[in-house]
């Protein structure tokens, strides 16, 4: 009894094809624009910092000291140090694609990558309120 069908590859292949075709189109489209990384606190947009700046340094927000951000020279953003017990804002890792986004939680802050130049209503939000 054959568990696996040719049938079955092949829409397999299919999926996968059609899947890889999508975010290459859109790692092409979104993620050549110039970015900015928009700090919300409790919802409110509280920093906005440009990525296409290349410079490289860390920093905190006013509402909160205990978490640390750091901006790379190559226009990416992560959370550096942050006093939440799980830590998971720190295994999120380096943002840099337009769409992306980390929260840490029990501090109530969320970082979130958009579009330097244009917004409009059909961009991705992250945050609701």
Known sequence: MKFV????????????????????????????????????YKSELVETVDLTAGVDKSFSIEQNKNVVFHVFKDGSICFQESNCPDK???????????????????NSIVLKIVAKDQRSSDDLDAVIG
């Open 88 to 106: 998971v804002c720190l295994h999120a890792g380096k943002l840099h694609t337009i769409g992306e986004s980390a929260a840490c939680l029990p």
């Open 5 to 40: 069908k040719k049938t079955d590859l092949i829409i397999l292949a299919v999926a996968l094809a059609v899947c890889l075709g999508a975010w290459f189109s859109y790692q092409f489209v979104v993620g050549k624009k110039a970015a900015k990384a928009e700090i919300y």
